[in-house]
């Protein structure tokens, strides 16, 4: 038995609930992360942080508000947008949010590693797992599934 084609509005409506479950994913972390973060300079010892410290917590900080707002973005462009006859834009644009929410996730977990490691230990130590947390970001989340797409070619269906 032949499975049902789907049309290209039925696709879009599929693809934007897809996206839309994996933002929640990704959203629940983002949105715990930032919450720490905002609280961190009310707490004590902040104080005592060097300049390169605060620099670096500033990173974590906007970051972390840059990543949330491309996370909700597709839901609120959704409400905005509604009715409009525009959802493959919206897929297409929320897949972009999607990434670069991601890349500003990466960057606020590995700058706020880096800081409570230098914080911990010392710079060097802070700079490797620093290091390494990007590596794996960098890896997992953008050439792994490069490699893969380049492998197999662009699936319009999914």
Known sequence: MEP???TQKERADRNFVELLQSARV????VQVLFAFLLTVPFSQGFDKLSLADRRLFYVAL???AIASICYIAPA???RVLF???LKEMLVRRSNMYGIAGALALAVSM???TMLVVD???HSTVALITAAVIAALAVWTWFVQPAMDRSTKG?????
Do not use: I, K, M, N
């Open 76 to 78: 609120a462009q959704h």
């Open 119 to 121: 914080y911990l230990f």
């Open 154 to 158: 662009d699936d319009d269906t999914s």
């Open 26 to 29: 990704a959203v629940t972390g």
């Open 4 to 6: 049902d084609r789907e």
């Open 62 to 64: 906007v970051s972390a």
């Open 83 to 85: 009715r409009q006859g």
């Open 110 to 112: 590995t700058a706020a």
